[in-house]
């Protein structure tokens, strides 16, 4: 029995909430968000479907689910130049939803934007394991990365650490090719944008996160172990500390592992410092 809770039942949350139900990979529903008008249609429209699980919206129950997903707040706009501009907007949703989740044991994805603050945020102030509060991002860039080679030809697995925003940071040395870097900030540059072009075309991303957190979810209960990057809070990794940042880890049902640093030439070096010392900027902020 695998119960999901969403904090935030909007674009993402209940694309999420959905597809889950839909899927099969998980037993029950626990749904909640402060717009009370749409907490009940997304109960409803999912009480119409064909799926046959319990759906409660009480708010008492979110402390007891095996894994929870974070996605209230506000979501990025064509006016919203960066993730990170999301800080003071969102920052009293999450103090909001930590009352939610005292005492929750589960496994928390954080997907609300700054993700990596907010990630830091809830582990620091829930005392969770870190392996249990993972932030959810470095799959979505990943495949970002991906798309972007392949448009040159490039046909092979990519990975992105760093910040989930501007400060990402793409993996070229791990190719098995050379990469110049102006190329490299080219790519870097079309990553940067590439989530405003939907966002600008319909809105907001919707299938790509919802697809990459349900294969979260899966490796979370156990159905396949993979290594992916993800946002954790760090204790010295790769030098930094006070702060969540992504990394490459291995998810199971154990939780999210860090699976060791891996070596970065002195371009991503360069990059991934950068991407440290602004997000614990950001992260001193906090009240934890």
Same mark, same amino acid.
Not at 74 to 98: G, H, M, W, Y
Not at 139 to 152: I, M, N, P, T, Y
Not at 166 to 186: A, K, M, N, T
Not at 196 to 207: D, L, P
């Given at each position: 029995?695998?119960?999901?809770?969403?904090?935030?039942?909007?674009?993402?949350?209940?694309?999420?909430?959905?597809?889950?139900?839909?899927?099969?990979?998980?037993?029950?529903?626990?749904?909640?968000?402060?717009?009370?008008?749409?907490?009940?249609?997304?109960?409803?429209?999912?009480?119409?479907?064909?799926?046959?699980?319990?759906?409660?919206?009480?708010?008492?129950?979110?402390?007891?689910?095996?894994?929870?997903?974070?996605?209230?707040?506000?979501?990025?706009?064509?006016?919203?130049?960066?993730?990170?501009?999301?800080?003071?907007?969102? +920052?009293?949703?999450?103090? %909001?939803?930590?009352?939610? =989740?005292? @005492?929750?044991? #589960?496994?928390? &994805?954080?997907? *609300?934007?700054?993700?990596?603050?907010?990630?830091?945020?809830?582990?620091?102030?829930?005392?969770?394991?870190?392996?249990?509060?993972?932030?959810?991002?470095?799959?979505?860039?990943?495949?970002?990365?991906?798309?972007?080679?392949?448009?040159?030809?490039?046909?092979?697995?990519?990975?992105? +650490?760093?910040?989930?925003? %501007?400060?990402?940071?793409? =993996?070229? @040395?791990?190719? #098995?090719?050379? &990469?110049?870097? *102006?190329?490299?900030?080219?790519?870097?540059?079309?990553?940067?944008?590439?989530?405003?072009?939907?966002?600008?075309?319909?809105?907001?991303?919707?299938?790509?996160?919802?697809?990459?957190?349900?294969?979260?979810?899966?490796?979370?209960?156990?159905?396949?172990?993979?290594?992916?990057?993800?946002?954790?809070?760090?204790?010295?990794?790769?030098?930094?500390?006070?702060?969540?940042? #992504?990394?490459?880890?291995?998810? *199971?049902?154990?939780?999210?592992?860090?699976?060791?640093?891996?070596?970065?030439?002195?371009?991503?070096?360069?990059?991934?410092?950068?991407?440290?010392?602004?997000?614990?900027?950001?992260?001193?902020?906090?009240?934890?």
């Amino acid at each position: 029995m695998t119960s999901l809770a969403v904090l935030g039942v909007g674009r993402i949350g209940g694309e999420c909430a959905f597809a889950a139900a839909t899927l099969g990979i998980i037993d029950e529903l626990i749904l909640a968000d402060i717009y009370k008008p749409l907490l009940r249609a997304q109960a409803l429209d999912l009480l119409h479907t064909n799926i046959e699980i319990p759906i409660s919206t009480e708010t008492a129950r979110i402390r007891d689910a095996d894994i929870c997903i974070f996605a209230a707040g506000s979501p990025r706009n064509p006016s919203i130049k960066t993730r990170a501009d999301l800080f003071d907007a969102n +920052l009293p949703v999450a103090q %909001e939803c930590i009352q939610h =989740l005292k @005492s929750f044991e #589960g496994k928390l &994805i954080v997907v *609300s934007n700054p993700m990596d603050i907010f990630c830091y945020y809830f582990q620091k102030k829930l005392g969770m394991p870190r392996e249990d509060c993972i932030g959810f991002g470095g799959q979505l860039d990943s495949r970002r990365f991906e798309v972007a080679l392949e448009g040159r030809g490039i046909e092979e697995a990519a990975y992105v +650490l760093g910040e989930h925003g %501007e400060h990402q940071v793409p =993996l070229f @040395s791990h190719l #098995g090719r050379d &990469i110049l870097p *102006s190329e490299r900030e080219e790519i870097l540059s079309e990553l940067r944008g590439s989530s405003m072009e939907i966002i600008s075309g319909k809105g907001g991303t919707a299938f790509g996160p919802a697809s990459h957190i349900i294969d979260l979810i899966r490796m979370l209960k156990g159905e396949k172990r993979e290594t992916i990057t993800a946002s954790l809070s760090l204790d010295g990794e790769y030098g930094f500390q006070n702060c969540a940042m #992504g990394v490459p880890v291995s998810v *199971s049902s154990d939780g999210a592992k860090m699976i060791g640093e891996w070596p970065l030439d002195a371009w991503e070096r360069e990059h991934l410092d950068e991407a440290g010392a602004f997000l614990q900027s950001l992260c001193r902020r906090l009240d934890v």
